[in-house]
């Protein structure tokens, strides 16, 4: 499977932002995808993951009541709608798939898309 994610940018604290991953090559009902950041000088940190039926998600402590992530299956896609962004929420976002039950460390993934930037000011 192929990983092309979009939708980062520029917004300020406060605001919202609707990452997507779509995937080509393979559907991502065979997998089990997820998203990672990472913040310049700082390791790749798991932030959310969307199982294979899309009917198990699991976030963080932190993003839990601010960020959502979905799976289209239709059209073949994962998203990740992030609300009340803040400074810290700043890095570039990676979607990434797996078959691996090992689902909220990034050595369980094997197919990483080329990453978004999102950049929340203060």
């Known amino acids: 499977v192929q990983l092309q994610a979009s939708g980062g940018g520029l917004v300020q604290a406060g605001g919202s932002l609707r990452l997507s991953c779509a995937a080509s090559g393979r559907t991502v009902s065979d997998y089990t995808m997820g998203w990672f950041r990472q913040a310049p000088g700082k390791e790749r940190e798991f932030v959310a993951a969307v199982t294979r039926s899309g009917g198990n998600t699991y976030l963080t402590n932190s993003e839990k009541g601010r960020f959502t992530i979905s799976k289209d299956n239709a059209k073949n896609a994962v998203y990740l709608q992030m609300n009340s962004l803040k400074p810290g929420d700043t890095a570039v976002y990676y979607c990434?798939?797996?078959?691996?039950?090992?689902?909220?460390?990034?050595?369980?993934?094997?197919?990483w898309g080329q990453g978004t930037q999102v950049t929340v000011s203060s």
């Open positions: 990434a798939a797996t078959r691996s039950v090992t689902i909220t460390t990034a050595r369980g993934y094997d197919t």
